[in-house]
Every structure is written in C-alpha cells, then in structure tokens.
C-alpha cells in the first residue's frame, strides 16, 4: 500500500491549489484520510480529516479556507485550499488509516508535497 501526494506548488497571497493524496496497493478499505501540515521550524500539525462516513474536522485557521473531500472509486483525497495565506507555507502530507487484503489496519504516509505562499 501506499499513499502519493501531489499538487504542491508556488502560489500568491490569496491564491488557490488543490492537493491530491492517492491510495494504491491490495486495500480494503480506507478509514480515516488526514491532511497535516510542517512548517520550517515547526512541528508537524493536522489541518484536515474525513472519515469513512465523509465527517469533516479542521483546524480553526484553515476553517472556510480549506475543504478536504475524498473519492473512494478511486482512493484518492483532496484538499482545496482557497485564500492562501502565507502562515499556509509548509510541506503538506497526507496519512490513512487503511485495511489492506491481508486484514492487515496500519497507519500510512504520504510523501510531503511543498506548498509556498509568496507575497
């Protein structure tokens, strides 16, 4: 199993970018689908998670500014982001919870994608 992000990118303050995190491998069943964020110097943080059910959760300072959805024909989750900040400056990755053919549950990572807020 594994996870590949994608759609990082150099954007404008106020600028829009999408992110992809798609699933490939022998899978079951994804659960839980989470966005997280590291900033230079900082630890890493959650910025976005959906469940099984599409239940959503974010960060307060990404909240009407991100929008994390997931299309499980293709086990692939997104992550709009609108109104880019330059505080959005990170690598961002994604992480799953997934159940592969084997019954086998563990916790997968992504490999960051850059996301760079200029102003």
């Known amino acids: 199993v594994q996870l590949q992000a994608s759609g990082g990118g150099l954007v404008p303050v106020g600028g829009s970018l999408s992110l992809s995190c798609a699933a490939s491998?022998?899978?079951?069943?994804?659960?839980?689908v989470g966005w997280y964020r590291q900033a230079p110097g900082k630890s890493r943080e959650v910025v976005a998670v959906?469940?099984?059910?599409?239940?959503?959760n974010y960060r307060g300072s990404v909240k009407g500014r991100f929008t994390i959805s997931r299309d499980s024909a293709t086990n692939t989750t997104y992550l709009q982001m609108i109104s880019l900040k330059p505080e959005d400056t990170a690598v961002y990755y994604c992480?799953?919870?997934?159940?592969?053919?084997?019954?086998?549950?563990?916790?997968?990572w992504g490999q960051g994608t850059l996301v760079t807020v200029s102003s």
């Open positions: 992480n799953a919870e997934i159940r592969d053919s084997n019954w086998r549950l563990r916790n997968y």
């Open positions: 491998g022998n899978i079951l069943n994804i659960n839980s």
């Open positions: 959906i469940n099984s059910a599409g239940v959503t």
